[in-house]
Nanobody, 113 residues
Framework: QVQFVESGGGSVQPGGSLRLSCVAH????????MGWYRQAPGKQRELVAEISSSDITTYADSVKGRFTIDRDNTKNMMYLQMNNLKPEDTAVYYC???????WGQGTQVTIST
């Protein structure tokens, strides 16, 4: 099973930027489609961005034009560049591969004045 360790979260003001990272441990393969998910307080976990094995990316409407997902298969890592952050981006962010990985601890992102 694959498990991710996420990092890079923090507290920033609206309009700021953060770059999240996650590293995969276990039986990781570059053929997997991978995603960043987030869960805000009192809300269900949602898919934020996804990247396929051929680097095709998709984004939730709420983050299009602000977030960029990428991956480095040589390092078993995935990244999420987040720009122009908004208070509604506040959540715990997770890396995940449906059916393949378990949920990690996530990394907290807080956007506030």
């Amino acid at each position: 099973q694959v498990q991710f360790v996420e990092s890079g979260g923090g507290s920033v003001q609206p309009g700021g930027s953060l770059r999240l990272s996650c590293v995969a441990h276990g039986s990781f393969s570059s053929i997997y489609d991978m995603g960043w998910y987030r869960q805000a307080p009192g809300k269900q976990r949602e898919l934020v961005a996804e990247i396929s094995s051929s680097d095709i990316t998709t984004y939730a409407d709420s983050v299009k034009g602000r977030f960029t997902i990428d991956r480095d298969n040589t390092k078993n890592m995935m990244y999420l560049q987040m720009n122009n952050l908004k208070p509604e981006d506040t959540a715990v962010y997770y890396c995940f591969i449906p059916g393949i990985s378990s949920w990690g601890q996530g990394t907290q992102v807080t956007i506030s004045t």
